[in-house]
Structures are given as structure tokens and as C-alpha cells.
């Protein structure tokens, strides 16, 4: 068997590393799109705070909105280890201009995400918070808190968030 040429062994790698990603973030004008995938673990949880907060820093400068899709989210596994660490990201966040959060579930997820999601959001937050049960919820919502939202293809759901 011969060996694969080493740029097409990077980009497989690369490839299977993008497959097995647990998170999509892409920053959009003033609101932060946020993708949760499968089922994370503490270490999972870390990676996503630490490129959260890299990009954070490098694209808001003013008062921004994040949204969180966790349609595609199983489920959060050492709950009381996750729930500390969002209740500190919402914090840090906050400081950093963030004004509002909206988080979006779906009818096969709702129950115990909505229970972990309420947990994280049961301190008292100076910032608006909504649970939306889909994307033009969350859109309609992110306009009525003075957020305009551009198209927005959500990377492994193929979900549109309209204006």
C-alpha cells in the first residue's frame, strides 16, 4: 500500500478534525451565531470557551447578541462543571458588550437542555435572555432587541435565520 502524499494527508486530517468539531462560531455583523453538535464533555466545553472568547474579542467592539443553536446538541455531560463555566462565559461576555442571548432547542432536546440552559440563566443577568423554539423566532426576537440579522446558513443543520 503506498503512503498518501503529504498534502492530501493534511487536508484529510483537517477534513476529519472540521467532521468531528463539536461547534460552529461565526460572528455576524453584531450577533455571535453559535452551533452546539453531539454531546460534550468538560474538555469540549474548554475548547469552545477558549475560541469563543478569541473570537469575541476580535470581532466586537460594540454591543453584540449571541445566538445559540443547540438544536443539534445531545446532550452536556458533567452538567455542574458546564453550567459553572456558562454562567462565567455570560459574565465575561456581559463585560465584553454582549446585551442579549438567545438560545434555540427543539421538541427532541427541549427537556433536559432547557433545564441545563434555565440553570446557567438563573442568575440575575443585566442582559435579555429568550428561549426560542426556532431560527425566525430567534431572528424575530434579536430585531426587537435592536439586532439585525443577515442570512445565515448554520453549517451542518442547513437552517436559515431570516431578517
Not at 15 to 27: G, N
Request: with cysteine; hydrophobic share 40%; net charge negative.
Amino acid at each position: 500500500m503506498s503512503e498518501l502524499d503529504p498534502s492530501l494527508q493534511i487536508e484529510l486530517q483537517h477534513a476529519i478534525s472540521e467532521q468531528s468539531k463539536k461547534f460552529s462560531l461565526q460572528p455576524n455583523t453584531d450577533i455571535f451565531l453559535i452551533d452546539m453538535f453531539g454531546t460534550w464533555n468538560e474538555d469540549t466545553t474548554l475548547e469552545f470557551v477558549s475560541e469563543f472568547k478569541r473570537l469575541a474579542n476580535r470581532y466586537f467592539t460594540r454591543e453584540w447578541a449571541c445566538v445559540f443553536n443547540l438544536q443539534g446538541l445531545e446532550m452536556l455531560l458533567s452538567e455542574s462543571f458546564q453550567i459553572e463555566i456558562f454562567r462565567a462565559l455570560n459574565a465575561w461576555s456581559y463585560i465584553k458588550g454582549m446585551k442579549s442571548v438567545s438560545v434555540i432547542i427543539s421538541s427532541k432536546n427541549r427537556s433536559h437542555l432547557l433545564y441545563q440552559f434555565e440553570e446557567i440563566f438563573k442568575v440575575n443577568h443585566p442582559y435579555a435572555t429568550a428561549v426560542c423554539h426556532s431560527t425566525i423566532d430567534a431572528s424575530q426576537w434579536l430585531n426587537d432587541q435592536g439586532f439585525k440579522q443577515k442570512l445565515f446558513e448554520s453549517s451542518q443543520n442547513k437552517l436559515a435565520f431570516a431578517v
